[in-house]
C-alpha cells in the first residue's frame, strides 16, 4: 500500500507542478494586471504544493526502497542526472520564490509590490516547466534501468 501511495503522490505532483508552472509562467507576463498577478500568485502557490509532494514522496521512495533498493539509485547515472535537474530548478526558484514571497507580503499591507521583474521571473519558469519535462523522461529511464 506504501509503495502505491507514494508512487502515486509522486506522480500527482507531475500533473500539478507542470500545470502550475506554466500558468505562473503565462500569468507573470501578464503582470502588473492586478488579475494576471492574483493567478500568478495561485499558481505558484499549487507550486510549491507540487514541490511538498515532490520531496515528501521522493525521499521516503529512495531511502525506504519501496521500488528499488537504495544503492540502485545510487549507482544510477540517469539518477544523478535527474537530481542535477532538480538542483537546477531549486537555484532557478530561488529568484522568483523570493519575489513573490515579497509581493504577498506588500499585498497583505496594501501596498503595491514592486513587480518590475515579473518577465524576467516568466522566463525562469518556463525554463523551469522546460527542466520537470526533462526529469520526467529521466525518471523513467532510471525506472527502467537505463543508465545502470
Do not use: C, Q
Not at 501511495?5 to 507531475?14: E, I, T
Not at 544523478?80 to 538542483?87: A, E, G, N
Not at 537555484?91 to 514571497?101: H, K, Q, W
Not at 506588500?106 to 520537470?132: I, K
Request: no cysteine; glycine share 8%; net charge positive.
Amino acid at each position: 500500500m506504501l509503495r502505491w501511495l507514494l508512487a502515486s503522490g509522486h506522480l500527482l505532483a507531475f500533473g500539478i507542478g507542470l500545470g502550475a508552472i506554466w500558468v505562473r509562467a503565462r500569468s507573470l507576463r501578464a503582470v502588473p494586471d492586478p488579475a494576471a498577478l492574483g493567478r500568478a500568485l495561485r499558481a505558484d502557490a499549487w507550486w510549491g504544493i507540487a514541490a511538498l509532494l515532490w520531496i515528501g514522496t521522493g525521499v521516503p521512495r529512495l531511502l525506504l526502497g519501496t521500488e528499488k533498493p537504495t544503492d540502485y539509485y545510487l549507482a544510477s547515472h540517469l539518477f544523478w542526472v535527474k537530481m542535477l535537474l532538480f538542483l537546477g530548478i531549486l537555484l532557478l526558484e530561488i529568484g522568483p520564490a523570493v519575489a513573490l514571497t515579497r509581493w504577498r507580503l506588500a499585498l497583505r499591507r496594501n501596498l503595491a509590490p514592486d513587480t518590475a521583474r515579473a518577465g524576467r521571473w516568466a522566463v525562469f519558469s518556463r525554463a523551469e516547466f522546460v527542466l520537470v519535462l526533462v526529469m520526467l523522461f529521466v525518471a523513467t529511464a532510471v525506472a527502467r534501468a537505463m543508465g545502470v
